[in-house]
């Protein structure tokens, strides 16, 4: 459940892309969106994307503001220039498409689905009332000159930071704005090679530099600058939960919007805070953001702000380069207690309402802290919980964390067996 380990939410489409699924996307944005915003990360097939985008919106007669090369937070943030935002990224060996909406926030599934339903239903365009095509090219420049006003002069710890040569190098230095260790820090406008994990190993040789210099923390980026994974003083990783909990505790939030499988260190972190639960995907949660004015949201694609309800790596790096000038993150994550967590998938019958209304009468009969329905099935135990999401392809996916091993296996076997009854439900 790391941060790394996850496939970016909201992006499209889901299947093979192709130029063809770039015009495609255009028309049917420009059906209902009359300005969009446009913007790509530094891979050749995504300025080729990128393109197949504009040229289906102009023909369909949107305008289009083309934001240039950026990071994929800079691209949320310059979608209040137009009706909706559009960031083409790397996606291995080909590129993708992520929509914003004109608050930043990323599409929701539903949006997403929406979005395919109405390609079919698009008239073909006559050509006679062609968009016209702005060069903007400062969406980068704007986030970070954002970053800077947002964030202020803080004192921040000694920051190695590796880029990659992507995107996120026309942004992190300044967001950071501490004493900085760059490496991979010019960006390379002609990426081929695939680009390898957020892990120990893609990020050895930050970890090798803030294990050399005394006192460094480390922040690695991805090439699409949307996502980042923080190194401690020791060189050692800290996990996507772990950095939430530290940022929520830091910044004392009023109100809190998470993903349904987010763990329960982030809870507890921000424990006078009003703490609400969405669906998993980034969408879900910072619309719940917005609607619920909340102050910060969380989901497996990083941390969100109220200002920019969208997952934003930078701002993330540059609290946490803060909060270290003063403590030890190392020491912060020492401190909290270790969360196991367990996985499963499995099958369900093939009558799902009647598998839906046997979860939740079961569920309804359990005595238990908490049940929230985003996204399946959360129930909160005193010593731990489980997340059933919602069937698909004739199976469901459980999750389980808790603090002792023992109970996670007795979660499992709660929550499989739920899953066991309520599939021959009458």
């Known amino acids: 459940m790391e941060q790394n380990e996850r496939a970016p939410l909201g992006q499209w489409p889901e299947g093979v892309s192709s130029p063809e699924t770039g015009i495609q996307l255009g028309r049917a944005l420009a059906a209902e ?31 289009v ?11 949320a943030y310059a979608a209040r220039r137009g009706d909706c935002a559009v960031f083409v990224k790397e996606d291995g060996s080909q590129s993708r498409y992520v929509v914003f909406n004109k608050d930043g926030s990323p599409f929701t599934k ?6 395919e339903t109405s390609l079919g239903g698009i008239v073909a365009p006559d050509y006679s009332g062609i968009g016209d095509r702005l060069e903007y090219g400062r969406a980068a420049e704007e986030y970070a000159d954002h970053l800077e006003l947002e964030l202020g002069k803080t004192y921040k710890s000694p920051t190695a930071i590796d880029c990659r040569c992507g995107t996120a190098a026309l ?9 900085v260790i760059s490496i991979d820090g010019h960006p390379d406008h002609g990426q081929r090679s695939a680009e390898g994990p957020l892990d120990e190993d893609g990020l050895s040789n930050l970890i090798d530099i803030v294990k050399a210099e005394d006192g460094y923390i480390g922040a690695g980026f991805d090439r699409s600058g949307s996502r980042a994974v923080i190194i401690d003083e020791e060189g050692k990783p800290i996990s996507h939960f772990e950095a939430a909990a530290i ?3 830091y910044l004392r939030p009023k109100k809190v919007v998470a993903s349904a499988d987010t763990s329960s260190l982030v809870e507890e972190s921000c424990a006078d805070a009003e703490y609400l639960i969405a669906s998993c995907d980034a969408g879900s949660v910072a ?3 917005v609607e619920e004015g909340a102050d910060i949201g969380i989901c497996g694609d990083g941390l969100m702000y109220r200002d920019l309800p969208s997952p934003d790596p930078f701002r993330t790096a540059a609290i946490l380069s803060e909060i270290a000038y003063s403590d030890s993150l190392s020491r912060m994550c020492l401190a909290m207690p270790v969360r196991y967590w367990r996985e499963e998938s499995l099958p369900i019958g093939e009558d799902l309402s009647a598998f839906t209304r046997g ?6 009969e359990m005595q238990t802290v908490r049940v929230s329905a985003a996204d399946g099935w959360r129930v909160d135990l005193e010593g731990g919980w489980f997340l059933i999401r919602k069937p698909a392809d004739g199976h469901v996916r459980v999750l389980a964390e808790s603090t002792d091993r023992a109970y996670l296996v007795g979660l499992m076997e709660t929550a499989s067996d739920l899953v066991r009854n309520s599939s021959h439900h009458q």
């Open 33 to 63: 969106r009359k300005r969009v915003v446009v913007a790509t990360d530094m891979a050749r097939s995504s300025r080729m994307m990128c393109e197949a985008l504009i040229a289906g919106l102009l023909s369909q007669g949107a305008d």
């Open 65 to 75: 503001i083309d934001g240039g090369i950026a990071p994929e937070p800079a691209a």
């Open 247 to 249: 940022v929520a505790s």
């Open 171 to 179: 942004v992190a230095p300044r967001a950071i704005g501490s004493k």
């Open 110 to 115: 539903e949006q997403i689905r929406h979005t």
């Open 359 to 364: 979860m939740n009468e079961n569920v309804d």
């Open 287 to 289: 619309k719940k953001m």
